[in-house]
């Protein structure tokens, strides 16, 4: 078993910053893909960003050019630098990772973009 701590989320006005952390622990021998999902309410939950262990990365239409996932496979860990912040960013952020074949997800972390 993983276990994925999230840390970073917050209010943050219109065209602001943010950085997501995500630390995972436990089995973590073997993560191939990390990556952060976002889910609003009423809505699926979403890729936002994800990164293979080579540092491959792909991001979803909305926030390419604006978000930047990256890892520390020494920590274990992945970031989200969020920029020029909308309010439609609004969500809760959840850090998701592979291990073999295996999802493992984290408790969600609220971003919440509004002036």
């Known amino acids: 078993q993983a276990q994925l701590v999230e840390s970073g989320g917050g209010l943050v006005q219109p065209g602001g910053s943010l950085t997501l952390s995500c630390v995972a622990s436990?089995?973590?021998?073997?993560?191939?893909?990390m990556g952060w999902y976002r889910q609003a309410p009423g809505k699926q939950r979403e890729l936002v960003a994800s990164?293979?262990?080579?540092?491959?990365?792909n991001y979803g239409d909305s926030v390419r050019g604006r978000f930047t996932i990256s890892r520390d496979n020494a920590k274990n860990a992945v970031y989200l630098q969020m920029n020029s912040l909308k309010p439609e960013d609004t969500a809760v952020y959840y850090c998701?990772?592979?291990?073999?074949?295996?999802?493992?997800w984290g408790q969600g972390t609220q971003v919440t973009v509004s002036s």
């Open positions: 998701n990772i592979v291990v073999f074949v295996r999802n493992y």
């Open positions: 436990g089995s973590t021998s073997g993560i191939s893909r």
């Open positions: 990164i293979t262990s080579g540092g491959v990365t």
